[in-house]
């Protein structure tokens, strides 16, 4: 089984914001956004990237995982943001709006000749994306800068497509599942799009717990308070741990070597589900690893 990284949390913060971005460096989330894009202002753009460069390279982050977002190249700052985050090395670059792999390859391309391996996440924000799915995921397979992460703009794309928010987001589950399932076959993680409330604590929790079940793997976030339910969703819980470690042990049993499906407890459980309860409890481990790195 490949290295499981927690990415619960994944916190934006303006890269302008000097504030925010030393309080990123002691807040619970698993990943922390470092925005050059929607969240700074034009007139202070180059100084945002001077200074998220600088957190990048300060090391004060713990194992908190570190993205910067660039604005687009065809901006008039996405070029210089590009070179910025490609010295600086952060733990991966956001790309925002890519409509069709030749977005991604071109970032890609720009890593591998100065290089560098810095992977590439996606923002998942245009109606384009959307219909080029297959496509943008099939960049997992890039040598040196592979896609690892795609990351849903749900704001984005409900102004491209004029879609209203609406409670259970029936009006963007088409194009959720369609990017889950994307990322599922080229071996992507996939992170929900932010709640814009943050005051309504209940509608997020909710949110986080609709995304889980869809299969995705954590949720962006646009404020601290809502760290504490996306870490506590996309975490295994204490009965499913349970479950999954009784499946494990029923596996390794000698006499159950060889079986494809066993019964178990009353019900029949198949070898895949002992692959899930594996993986299930691997990623409990590395959230406890995580944490415990990351205490002050």
């Known amino acids: 089984m490949t290295t499981i990284r927690p990415r619960r949390s994944v916190l934006y913060m303006p890269g302008s914001n000097a504030r925010a971005l030393e309080k990123a460096k002691t807040l619970p989330a698993d990943a922390i956004i470092l925005d050059l894009e929607d969240a700074v202002a034009p007139d202070v753009k180059e100084a945002a990237r001077d200074q998220v460069c600088e957190a990048v390279t300060s090391g004060a982050y713990g194992s908190r995982e570190l993205i910067i977002r660039i604005n687009a190249l065809s901006t008039e700052w996405g070029d210089a943001d590009l070179d910025a985050a490609i010295e600086a090395g952060p733990d991966a670059i956001l790309v925002p709006k890519p409509d069709s792999s030749g977005d991604i390859d071109l970032v890609s391309s720009r890593i591998h000749a100065a290089g560098r391996g810095i992977p590439i996440w996606a923002m998942i924000e245009t109606p384009a994306s959307i219909l080029n799915i297959q496509d943008i995921a099939g960049c997992a397979g890039h040598d040196a800068s ?76 646009i404020h601290p308070t809502q760290i504490e339910a996306a870490n506590e969703v996309f975490a295994p819980s204490p009965d499913e741990l349970e479950q999954a470690r009784t499946i494990i042990d029923a596996f390794s049993l000698e006499e159950n070597a060889g079986k494809g499906a066993i019964s178990l407890n009353g019900r029949m459980v198949e070898r895949l589900h002992a692959e899930m309860a594996i993986r299930m409890v691997a990623l409990s481990e590395a959230i406890k690893i995580s944490a415990e790195r990351n205490k002050p």
């Open 146 to 221: 592979p896609l690892t992460v795609m990351v849903m703009g749900t704001n984005d794309l409900a102004k491209e497509t004029r879609a209203r928010f609406v409670e259970g987001r029936a009006t963007m589950l088409p194009w959720l599942t369609t990017v889950i399932l994307a990322a599922r076959a080229f071996g992507l993680d996939i992170i929900d799009g932010v709640y814009n409330d943050f005051r309504d604590i209940d509608g997020h929790r909710e949110e986080c717990e609709q995304a889980r079940d869809l299969g995705m793997d954590g949720k962006t976030l």
